[in-house]
């Protein structure tokens, strides 16, 4: 137990990290380019505030939240995704008091209690965008955009984008209607969970993975043959600007999120050589939500992309960065009457702006030197007795091989001039 994390988390090792901080950095980037600004909301929140913003009947509310009482017994829930947080706090903060739309992203980690696997964990990490104020359908193109933008950066090019609409509360019921109709005498032969979706969200049924449910399901009304009129010139607007984007799509009628505050487009990014797990980013719109959540009636939209599946789909393509640890100089101190002299040496390299280490282990010269090597240091100063003496140091060129004495204070200025070179 002690030497063991609990199920489903995952330990970032210094190995991998550099790989987080390349995606990281390239978010931030893309983001930056499409004038998104973050914004970074406690890992937890009063649990109500998921089962308002998520909704009862989901299965992250139902199965998957880490809820429990707090000392001061208020029921609390580890974020299981972030969109109901970050229109929490642009309510708490009045960000639409501010320039509108609020255009906002974010990255940290999320909790569900799912069963662990490739691609799926309980700690995973979402690097989402949230797009509040904006109704028509060019925000819409501009985070798929965006999402679509991010992937290419990394290099990862084999993408399917399929979109769908849900409607909205004045079209869907309508849609509602007349999927119960379609599926009322099939109910028997549906998966349980399906079975209770029929009355509670049965455009649910739609999504399942059952393939029961799947096979019973062919043939189902579409949404988008039920859209009303507002609903039906969002959608063909945002298939416009994603086509004048050079955007390439595919309507899927089964992309669906069957609660009332999500509205109009749906959408999905998948990733096929990721095989089971091959969905890397969702999103749509929640022109409800707001509402919901408190607020003034007020539109938005937004994805969430796992980063997990993200390093997933680059170390499959080999597209991972090469990643270093080298440093530019290797402090050597042969000796303990000479490690003041190295760490202060250590010190004003530091202070310089040169990357710089020494030996901690009271090793060899030779044990030394194959430690530099491993990192690797461009250059090695190396401070026997005699050289402290003298108030020198031996500074080798790991690369040429070549050293040579020379005097300690001239040491920075020698290190950034060859580095220069
Ligand atoms: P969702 O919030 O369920 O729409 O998920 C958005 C994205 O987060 C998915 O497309 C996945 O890439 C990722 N994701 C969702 N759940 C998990 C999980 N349990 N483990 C890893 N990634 C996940």
Not at 162 to 188: H, M, T, W
Not at 251 to 277: C, H, M, S
Not at 355 to 367: G, H, I, P, V, Y
Request: some cysteine; glycine content about 8%; overall charge neutral.
């Amino acid at each position: 137990m002690l030497t063991t994390g609990p199920r489903g988390t995952k330990d970032i090792l210094p190995d991998s990290c550099g790989y987080w901080q390349y995606v990281e950095q390239t978010i931030r980037e893309v983001c930056r380019s499409f004038a998104y600004q973050e914004i970074r909301t406690p890992v937890f929140e009063h649990t109500e505030l998921f089962l308002r913003g998520i909704g009862e009947t989901t299965d992250i509310v139902e199965k998957e939240m880490y809820t429990f009482a707090d000392r001061g017994k208020r029921s609390i829930t580890l974020r299981p995704e972030n969109t109901a947080a970050v229109v929490r706090a642009y309510l708490e903060h009045k960000l639409y008091a501010g320039p509108q739309p609020t255009k906002l992203f974010y990255i940290g980690p999320m909790f569900r209690y799912d069963r662990p696997q490739a691609g799926r964990y309980r700690q995973f990490h979402q690097f989402g965008i949230e797009v509040l104020g904006a109704k028509g359908p060019a925000v819409d193109a501009e985070i798929i955009s965006l999402a679509v933008r991010f992937f290419n950066k990394l290099g990862l090019n084999d993408l399917k984008l399929f979109i769908n609409s849900v409607g909205c509360p004045e079209c869907r019921p309508v849609y509602r209607a007349k999927l119960q109709e379609f599926f009322r005498d099939k109910v028997p032969n549906l998966c349980a969970d399906c079975q209770s979706r029929f009355d509670r969200n049965p455009m649910r049924i739609l999504d399942c993975k059952n393939e029961t449910c799947t096979t019973h399901s062919q043939g189902a009304p579409h949404m988008v043959d039920c859209l009303c009129e507002e609903c039906t010139s969002h959608f063909n607007g945002l298939k416009e600007l994603l086509t004048a984007a050079g955007i390439n799509f595919v309507t899927n009628p089964r992309l669906v999120r069957g609660l009332d505050y999500y509205t109009k487009t749906a959408f999905e990014i998948q990733y096929a050589p990721l095989g089971a797990q091959s969905a890397v980013c969702g999103g749509g719109r929640y022109d409800g939500l707001v509402a919901e959540c408190g607020g003034q009636p007020t539109p938005g939209i937004g994805f969430a992309i796992g980063i997990e599946r993200v390093l997933l789909a680059l170390e499959k393509q080999a597209l991972l960065p090469v990643i270093t640890s080298a440093v530019d100089v290797f402090v050597a101190p042969l000796g303990i009457k000479t490690q003041a002299a190295a760490f202060k040496l250590l010190t004003e390299l530091r202070q310089a702006g040169i990357t710089a280490d020494m030996d901690f282990m009271d090793r060899s010269l030779k044990a030394q030197m194959k430690y530099a090597n491993k990192y690797p240091a461009k250059f090695v100063a190396l401070i026997g007795e005699d050289e402290l003496e003298q108030d020198k140091v031996m500074l080798k060129n790991m690369e040429t091989g070549s050293q040579e004495l020379i005097n300690r204070a001239e040491l920075v200025h020698m290190i950034t001039e060859g580095m220069e070179k």
